[in-house]
């Protein structure tokens, strides 16, 4: 069995990139998803915001779900790491 990632590298790595951190716990399914699905609110918060708003209010969306993304990576890491010590 491999050694499970760090979670503080996760946790880097999915501040940094939407999905990068679920990709490196080898659940790219589920971080492509995210990553497609950040893409896509932040597309449609632009389109549908006035351009008055600030770049923040503009992709609001899609940073939202980023920002979900970060402590479920982190999580997931961290379940893997617990489960990888008690085998």
Same mark, same amino acid.
């Given at each position: 069995?491999? *050694? $499970?990632?760090?979670p503080y590298l ?7 990139? $939407?999905?990068a951190g679920h ?10 998803? !995210?990553?497609?699905?950040?893409? !896509?609110? +932040? ?6 915001? $006035? $351009?008055?708003? +600030?770049?923040?209010? *503009?992709?609001?969306?899609?940073? !939202?779900?980023?920002?979900? +993304?970060?402590?479920?990576?982190? *999580?997931?890491?961290?379940? *893997? ?5 008690? +085998?």
């Open positions: 069995m491999t *050694r $499970p990632i760090n996760v946790l880097a790595l999915a501040t940094m990139l $939407p999905g990709v490196a716990v080898r659940d790219a399914t589920r971080g492509l998803a !995210f990553a497609f699905f950040a893409v !896509f609110f +932040s597309v449609l918060t632009y389109k549908t915001t $006035p $351009p008055d708003r +600030s770049f923040l209010g *503009r992709h609001a969306g899609g940073l !939202f779900v980023w920002a979900l +993304s970060i402590p479920d990576a982190y *999580r997931r890491a961290r379940v *893997r790491t617990v489960m990888a010590r008690k +085998s």
